[in-house]
């Protein structure tokens, strides 16, 4: 780790608080001058550090910058070794880590974070917009899995882990809408894309990559996703930094996917959930269907009826219609 690296993250460790160059030129067993260097590096590279006489350099407490260092901060011990790389730009934090799972330098726990992806994806093959200053972020769990019921729950914990950790920092009535997405009304604020690494000779499952992106603050959205996306914030100033967010994020989902057999959260699922009750529109071997969404069950499942049949959906595309008759 460079001296630059020590420094923020003792800062990050002590974010609003004072701390003195004598004071981390003696920690570090580094002289003042290359405190000052690294202190004016991180202050070119847009961290916002105050430098007063007599006190000190603070960081404030709102500086928005993702980091490796903002991530471990906000975890705190339980955490302090995870895997967790932070990165510019990638295409994709998803295919990023796929290729470090294939070159084997994935962990349990492995979390992979960027400030822009030029190939953001979701599902069905579709494009995910990623500019900078959004929450992209993709969590790495190793398990052997053999019963098919607990992979279909992995996306609705993820769903679980993101709206408590929304409803955490802000007083926002984030929604859950069958399977993967997050809404704030009538608009998709985050997408949840989870692939899986398949030993085909076992049959089990056991690598799980759990991408999540969530527009964090208001961009300018392309024309054809202007009407149905959103971000959590209009603008600065906001009610927590991304690293907090995404620590958040990471701790829930590691919790709720710990015991995968443990379906408690799906009660909790179903409270927030925007189909229960509502009439919905799917396709089905080429045909479009439409029914009312009766129950979600344990395993993640939509049961759907359809006059006088029930029908079970286990994956799949659905609009809703809501109460003033439009189609989400």
């Known amino acids: 780790m460079t001296l630059k690296n020590r420094i923020l993250q003792i800062f990050e460790n002590h974010r609003g608080e004072s701390i003195s160059g004598q004071q981390l030129a003696d920690e570090l067993c580094v002289s003042r001058n290359s405190v000052w260097k690294s202190v004016k590096s991180l202050q070119n590279e847009g961290y916002r550090i105050l430098a007063a006489t007599n006190k000190g350099y603070i960081l404030e407490e709102d500086n928005d910058i993702v980091s490796r260092e903002s991530v471990i901060a906000a975890l ?40 822009e992806q030029s190939k953001g994806r979701g599902r069905m093959g579709k494009s995910f917009f990623s500019p900078k200053s959004g929450i992209y972020m993709s969590v790495c769990l190793c398990k052997s899995v053999e019963n098919m019921s607990d992979v279909m729950v992995i996306t609705p914990a993820a769903a679980v882990a993101v709206r408590r950790s929304i409803a955490k920092f802000t007083d926002i009535d984030a929604r859950i809408k069958w399977v993967n997405d997050i809404y704030i009304g009538k608009k998709k604020v985050c997408g949840i894309l989870t692939q899986a690494d398949i030993d085909f000779e076992s049959g089990k499952a056991g690598t799980f990559i759990v991408g999540i992106g969530i527009n964090f603050i208001n961009q300018k959205f392309p024309d054809d996703i202007k009407d149905r996306a959103c971000a959590l914030f209009d603008e600065r100033p906001v009610s927590v930094t991304r690293s907090k967010m995404i620590a958040e994020i990471y701790s829930q989902l590691l919790d709720l996917t710990d015991d995968l057999s443990d379906r408690s959260f799906m009660d909790e699922y179903r409270r927030y959930s925007l189909v229960l009750g509502k009439e919905i529109s799917y396709s089905l071997n080429g045909e479009e269907k439409r029914g009312t969404v009766r129950d979600i069950d344990d395993d993640g499942a939509l049961i759907v009826r359809e006059g006088e049949k029930e029908r079970k959906l286990n994956c799949g595309e659905i609009s809703i219609r809501s109460a003033d008759n439009e189609w989400i």
Do not use: F, Q
């Open 76 to 115: 705190g011990d339980r955490y302090s070794l995870a895997d967790i790389s932070v990165l510019k730009t990638t295409p994709s934090t998803n295919t990023e880590a796929m290729t470090r799972l294939l070159d084997g330098r994935i962990t349990h726990g492995s979390l992979i974070v960027a400030d």
